[in-house]
């Protein structure tokens, strides 16, 4: 059994353009990042408010069905409620909030709740929202005024 013999193809005439290296350098790679970091500067701080804006506007919208419930729980029972069980609520508690139960001087003519943030409120620390008979109450809240929906 005899191995077939390959002869060697000639060295071609033609010779190859040098070309450069394919890829990034060092400084599109600097470029890219610089441009990444100054969209980070502007997105971040756009988004983080966002966040905060609409948790705020969660907490609104529960304490806003709060008081609908506290006026019925009123008009039937002659005096507003003292617990927030006893409430036909629509809407489940905001959770990156603590509800404190209602309070009141007198149950007959006014009540008060009041959400505090947990946490670090997206650079905006802690801060309440609180809400009593005639609704929101921006002078015993502490909510900034940016996230206020």
């Known amino acids: 059994m005899s191995v077939p013999q390959t002869t060697p193809s000639p060295p071609s005439d033609k010779k190859t353009p040098s070309t450069p290296h394919a890829g990034f350098t060092l400084i599109d790679s600097t470029i890219v990042a610089v ?3 100054i969209l980070a500067v502007f997105a971040v701080p756009r988004f983080t408010s966002s966040v905060e804006q609409s948790k705020v506007a969660d907490a609104f919208t529960y304490l806003t069905q709060i008081e609908s419930a506290q006026q019925c729980f009123h008009l039937e029972k002659g005096e507003f409620s003292k617990q927030l069980s006893r409430l036909d609520v629509g809407v489940g508690k905001p959770h990156d909030f603590f509800v404190a139960a209602p309070t009141s ?3 007959r003519t006014s009540w ?5 943030r947990r946490g670090q409120g997206s650079g905006y620390g802690e801060y309440t ?7 929101f109450s921006p002078i015993k809240s502490s909510v900034p005024t940016n996230p206020v929906p």
């Open 35 to 37: 441009v990444l970091a």
């Open 105 to 107: 001087l007198d149950w």
């Open 112 to 116: 008060q709740v009041r959400l505090t």
């Open 129 to 135: 929202v609180v809400f009593d008979e005639g609704g």
